[in-house]
T-cell receptor, first 115, second 112 residues
Framework: ETGVTQSPTHLIKTRGQQVTLRCSSQ?????VSWYQQALGQGPQFIFQ???????GRGNFPPRFSGLQFPNYSSELNVNALELDDSALYLC??????????????FGPGTRLTVL | GQQLNQSPQSMFIQEGEDVSMNCTSS?????WLWYKQDPGEGPVLLIA?????ELTSNGRLTAQFGITRKDSFLNISASIPSDVGIYFC????????????FGTGTRLTIIP
């Protein structure tokens, strides 16, 4: 069974640039959630994707957007990068059936540094 | 954003000692989870709790879902060097379970 994978591992961008982060969900999972983890903090929920649509969103501005593909993989896009966007971005996959989503399993994360 | 209150913030213990940490919320949660995160890695699920009052073990780890649904604790018995890391509690506040709210973390260090 393949776990959650993310790419790239590390990324350095400058203010104002745009970035795309990628996530492949665990085998058998159909739902992807994205979290931002600043240094020394717990992860903060950005949004979740199920059936290729956004299914819940945390307190993040519209310049954070996402996509889910038919194979359940997902992208997180951040436009107009700010210094405060520097963080570890975590993807978690889970299985949704009916109205409920099962336990979320996390990937290793992408470390984004904005200069 | 909202975070669960987790304590203690850090612990320094000797190998072989037992560890206890807890997590509280001002609102009800329907699921409580405990994760461990090593430096540069994503959180790894340790224990999941789905019912108020539930007590669940995973090897040397034991966790409980508080009766009020506003708290949870994690105990680690007979700590070993690989227990070092940051422990996070997390919970789902709604039945759709799309959003996980995380605690502030407890950093565990083992003194040689």
């Amino acid at each position: 069974e393949t776990g959650v994978t993310q790419s790239p591992t590390h990324l350095i961008k400058t203010r104002g640039q745009q970035v795309t982060l990628r996530c492949s969900s665990q085998s058998g999972h159909n739902t992807v959630s994205w979290y931002q983890q600043a240094l020394g903090q717990g992860p903060q929920f950005i949004f979740q994707y199920y059936r290729e649509e956004e299914n819940g969103r945390g307190n993040f501005p519209p310049r954070f957007s996402g996509l889910q593909f038919p194979n359940y993989s997902s992208e997180l896009n951040v436009n107009a990068l700010e210094l405060d966007d520097s963080a570890l971005y975590l993807c978690a996959s889970s299985r949704t059936s009916g109205r409920a989503t099962d336990t979320q399993y996390f990937g290793p994360g992408t470390r984004l540094t904005v200069l | 954003g909202q975070q669960l209150n987790q304590s203690p913030q850090s612990m320094f213990i000797q190998e072989g000692e037992d560890v206890s940490m807890n997590c509280t919320s001002s609102s009800i949660f329907n699921t409580w989870l405990w994760y461990k995160q090593d430096p540069g890695e994503g959180p790894v699920l340790l224990i999941a709790l789905y019912k108020a009052g539930e007590l669940t073990s995973n090897g040397r780890l034991t966790a409980q879902f508080g009766i009020t649904r506003k708290d949870s604790f994690l105990n680690i018995s007979a700590s070993i060097p690989s227990d070092v890391g940051i422990y996070f509690c997390a919970g789902h506040a709604n039945f759709g379970n799309e959003k996980l709210t995380f605690g502030t973390g407890t950093r565990l260090t083992i003194i040689p």
